[in-house]
């Protein structure tokens, strides 16, 4: 498994952007898909956006296309998440997650089942 770090994380305001982070260890993250998901207090875990292991295919969940961009360096072991125009609703702990295929799949790659390692995921929060 591969071990996953966030960061970039903190306190913007509405109509802000951020970039978050995902730093990872270990021989398998080129050959696999990654993708964030964010939970907000009192609701579940939910898919955010997910990129292949070439980085040639994205897919995201359909509230957020157009403000949010995944992108990855697979040279440097990092995935990020550009987040633009950002509201206060997308305040949450976001974590990044190393898909177990390298294609994205998007009939499967929402679901938390489709991801084998988790960071311990870094805060964002947008006032109004």
């Known amino acids: 498994q591969v071990q996953l770090v966030e960061s970039g994380g903190g306190l913007v305001q509405a109509g802000g952007s951020l970039r978050l982070s995902c730093a990872a260890s270990g021989r398998t993250f080129s050959s696999k898909a990654m993708g964030w998901f964010r939970q907000a207090p009192g609701k579940e875990r939910e898919f955010v956006a997910a990129?292949?292991?070439?980085?040639?295919?994205?897919y995201y969940a359909d509230s957020l296309k157009g403000r949010f961009a995944i992108s990855r360096d697979n040279a440097k072991n990092t995935v990020y998440l550009n987040m633009n125009r950002l509201k206060p609703g997308d305040s949450a702990v976001y974590y990044c997650?190393?898909?177990?295929?390298?294609?994205?799949?998007?009939?499967?790659?929402?679901?938390?089942?489709?991801?084998?390692?988790w960071g311990q995921g870094t805060q964002a929060t947008v006032s109004s």
């Open positions: 990129i292949s292991q070439s980085g040639g295919s994205a």
């Open positions: 997650a190393s898909s177990i295929v390298a294609s994205v799949v998007p009939s499967r790659t929402t679901s938390l089942d489709w991801y084998d390692s």
